[in-house]
């Protein structure tokens, strides 16, 4: 059995291990040199109590307690994750930063529905949910069409979020996932609120889901040329599952009509 396999079978080894992961993502943040863009935005709406989903790459998780708490301190936040073991080592890490998780996916299927309460009644609540449209398990930087969903039934915003870091590493992985190091340069980045009206029909809802997916999109790559940093871009046709090829190619031809 491979190393890995034994560390997510073992649960001291689990912890230990979510312990680790947290412990360096305070060492990033306490070495690094680190601004928030953009936060105004949401930090009023905190103040005024009004419940927003947060949308950013899975890619970007790492940080993402400290991009969180940059505008709201301490207000209580909730992160999708999904339910599988690897999802566990997420929930426990950020669980050392009095992050909440809502266990499970915006999929079709028992646990999307059950997951889909949970996030509406906690949007109900006043609370914030942050959400990776494209994970858990890609494709990389295209969204599925959930977190609309989610925001239109709750009427709630959604706000574009990113992070870049100076020094980084980015690994192969279906995500390409970014690991920054300490004693970098880093910014966390906010960007203007998308907004899901409650009426739209599917074809409003796709328009909104394009849009959000260009906007993060957009967002994180000019945070990552403004660090002079290589992009990374979302996955090619050649990656998407068929289904997603078909949708993505029937709306690029009614572009083209247009």
């Keep these: 059995m491979q190393w890995h396999k034994r560390i997510i079978k073992s649960d001291q080894a689990r912890s230990t291990l ?10 990033i943040r306490i070495t690094g040199r680190w601004h928030t863009e953009g936060g105004d935005h949401p930090a009023h709406f905190l103040t005024e109590g009004k ?5 950013f790459w899975h890619q970007r998780l790492l940080m993402m307690p400290y991009t969180w708490r940059s505008v709201a301190g301490d207000r209580p936040f909730n992160m999708l994750i999904s339910s599988h073991r690897d999802g566990e ?39 914030v949910v942050g959400m990776t449209p494209d994970g858990p398990r890609g494709p990389r930087m295209r969204i599925s069409d959930g977190i609309v969903q989610a925001a239109k039934l709750a009427g709630v915003p959604i706000f574009p979020l990113t992070y ?14 970014v690991l920054p190091f300490p004693f970098s340069k880093g910014v966390f980045s ?23 997916e260009t906007a993060l999109t957009k967002l994180t790559q000019e945070k990552d040329r403004k660090l002079g940093l290589e992009v990374i871009e979302p996955a090619g046709a050649d990656e998407l599952p068929k289904q997603k090829r ?4 029937a709306t690029a031809d009614q572009e083209a009509v247009k």
């Design 18 to 27: 979510c312990w680790l992961a947290a412990t360096y993502i305070r060492l």
């Design 246 to 249: 078909s949708a993505m190619q």
């Design 51 to 55: 419940p927003f989903i947060v949308a």
């Design 89 to 127: 080592i997420i929930s426990r890490t950020i669980g050392h930063f009095g992050i909440a998780t809502i266990a499970g996916s915006t999929g079709q299927g028992k646990g999307g529905a059950a997951a889909l309460r949970r996030i509406l009644k906690a949007l109900k609540s006043g609370e």
């Design 190 to 212: 906010w960007g203007d609120p998308i907004h899901v009206p409650r009426d739209l029909d599917d074809a409003g809802l796709e328009a909104k889901r394009l849009e959000l």
């Design 164 to 177: 870049s870091s100076s020094r980084r590493r980015v690994f192969g992985s279906w995500d390409r996932f």
